[in-house]
């Protein structure tokens, strides 16, 4: 009898333990089956979730280097899954939308899902801005239906003839300067100035901004780096940080949508879409706020330099680049009845991309009024910088067809066009100082940021961390680019004066 009390007590024992287990959810294969929401490189899932009806929340990011616009999506546990048409969805490149608000996932049948656990396929289709190129993806989502979103941040030269310097569309006459369609200035309080820990060599690369919201997109210009932030709740402003003041500027307070900064002296200018389409304002930094370009339809991408500022415009039925010259007026740089827009200028000279069936680089030069094409290859060239004599740009001519792109550069003074990487995952969004090119890279199955240095010949992977890091921009010894970190994007740099060089990069 008391053998069997003893091991009476014991079986009791076993069966309590048994159900603690089951309540704390040990033996529920939903409690430890992952979640998870994986889009390809390029794609980033910020927050989802999968309701206990099957619908799909989705808040998706893009950095492709190039604006996209969605236009069909589907999540679905099917076999062959063909995604359905949207009302078309544009998101900026280093932005995210809400791309799926409700949508009906799918079982197995193509019927409405149901259940404790939801593993599927979610697929998109997309096209480029400019291009058209399309692109359809397809990514995982692994959920546990149950209301409210899921933060989930995701993991030699050759010699080729030069260019023929062409008359611009507009003949060899300089086009007509108009009127501008701006000019009010209208005082705007700078916003309020915070110090901030100083940045410092104790850790490479450098945090300028690690805010628990998103920050997008920087530039710099000597001290001063530029950003676009989502802190404010819903709208991004613009917002400035002094590396030798060690303040940070909140630039931006109106609530709309201000983005795409970019930096020369103590001037800053944005795109803004204040007034219900995108114009383009300027700040003098200890000054004020001026809009630039009143025309209804949209202007955006702009790029300073001096007293000139380009930017993109669709007020003639497609893209053109303008130019806006502070304190006189603005002038159309393009009237070809293709699309042009990705502008870029140093000195006299502006970079951009022109779109028919295929996108080329051209440039012109407002010294002698004349349009140079930069680009003859057949494939889709585009997303260019320049500096000095040297242009760069991505180049798809290695795999044609696809969106992978390799980095090239062309000299004005030698007439030399010379690929700049020969990596087959793909490079994006090159940007160039002196002899250093920095650009996003794709190798290690998330976007890096590396530099190619024409002095030495040799590339170097700046960044290792297993996220994302996105847009780089380099003013003299300084890289500055944004990167998923911890939940959130925040802006980061490098300054070879505090840090070094990291080791090249072995040739593959």
Same mark, same amino acid.
């Given at each position: 009898m008391e053998f069997l009390m003893t091991y009476g007590w014991a079986l009791l024992i076993v069966v309590v333990v048994v159900a603690v287990l089951f309540l704390l959810g040990i033996f529920n294969p939903n409690s430890s089956t992952p979640e998870a929401c994986i889009l390809p490189p390029g794609f980033t899932c910020y927050s989802f979730n999968v309701d206990p009806d099957g619908k799909l929340t989705l808040d998706m990011g893009q950095a492709t280097g190039r604006k996209i616009t969605l236009n069909a999506i589907k999540c679905s546990k099917e076999n062959n899954v063909t995604p359905e048409a949207i009302v078309p969805?544009?998101?900026d490149n280093g932005r995210h939308k809400i791309v799926?608000? !409700?949508?009906q996932c799918l079982n197995e049948s193509g019927q409405p899902f149901s259940g404790?656990?939801?593993?599927?396929?979610i697929v998109f289709s997309y096209s480029e801005y400019g291009t058209g190129v399309s692109h359809t993806i397809q990514g995982d989502i692994s959920a546990r239906p149950e209301p409210g979103p899921k933060h989930t941040p995701t993991p030699t030269s050759t010699p080729t003839p030069g260019p023929t310097a062409t008359p611009s569309p507009g003949g060899s006459v300089t086009p007509t300067p108009t009127p501008s369609p701006g000019g009010s200035v209208t005082p705007t309080p700078e916003g309020s100035v915070t110090p901030t820990p100083?940045?410092?060599? !104790?850790s490479c690369p450098i945090p300028i901004v690690t805010e628990s919201h998103d920050q997008y997109v920087p530039d710099i210009y000597g001290d001063r780096i530029v950003w676009e932030d989502d802190r404010n709740g819903g709208a991004a402003d613009i917002y400035m940080y002094d590396l030798g003041t060690h303040e940070e500027t909140q630039i931006t307070s109106n609530p709309y949508d201000q983005g795409a900064p970019s930096i020369y002296g103590d001037k800053i200018v944005w795109e803004d879409d204040r007034n219900g389409n995108w114009d383009i304002y300027m700040y003098t930094i200890g000054g004020s706020e001026q809009r630039i370009t009143t025309d209804p339809s949209d202007q955006d991408t702009p790029r300073i330099y001096g007293n000139r500022i380009v930017y993109a415009d669709n007020r003639n039925g497609n893209w053109d680049i303008y130019m806006y010259t502070i304190g006189g007026s603005e002038q159309r740089i393009t009237t070809n009845t293709t699309d042009q827009f990705e502008p870029k200028i140093y000195g006299d000279k502006i970079v951009y991309t022109s779109c028919d069936e295929t996108c080329d680089v051209y440039m012109y030069d407002l010294g002698t009024h004349t349009e140079t094409r930069i680009t003859t290859d057949p494939n889709d060239q585009g997303e260019p910088d320049i500096y000095g004599n040297k242009i760069v740009w991505v180049d798809n001519r290695n795999d044609p067809g696809t969106s992978i792109m390799d980095v090239y550069m062309y000299?004005?003074?030698?007439?030399?066009?010379?690929?700049i990487t020969t990596d087959p995952n793909g490079q994006e969004y090159p940007a160039i100082y002196g002899d250093r090119i920095v650009y996003m890279d794709n190798r290690n199955e998330n976007w890096d940021i590396y530099m190619y240095n024409l002095g030495t010949h040799t590339e170097t992977q700046m960044t290792t961390d297993p996220n994302e890091q996105l847009t780089p921009r380099i003013y003299g010894n300084r890289i500055v680019w944004y990167g998923l970190y911890a939940g959130n994007h925040d802006i980061y740099m490098w300054d070879f004066d505090l840090c070094g060089t990291p080791t090249p990069t072995p040739p593959p």
């Open positions: 969805l544009s998101i799926a608000d !409700g949508l404790d656990y939801y593993h599927g396929k100083t940045p410092g060599p !104790g000299d004005l003074g030698t007439h030399e066009e010379t690929r």
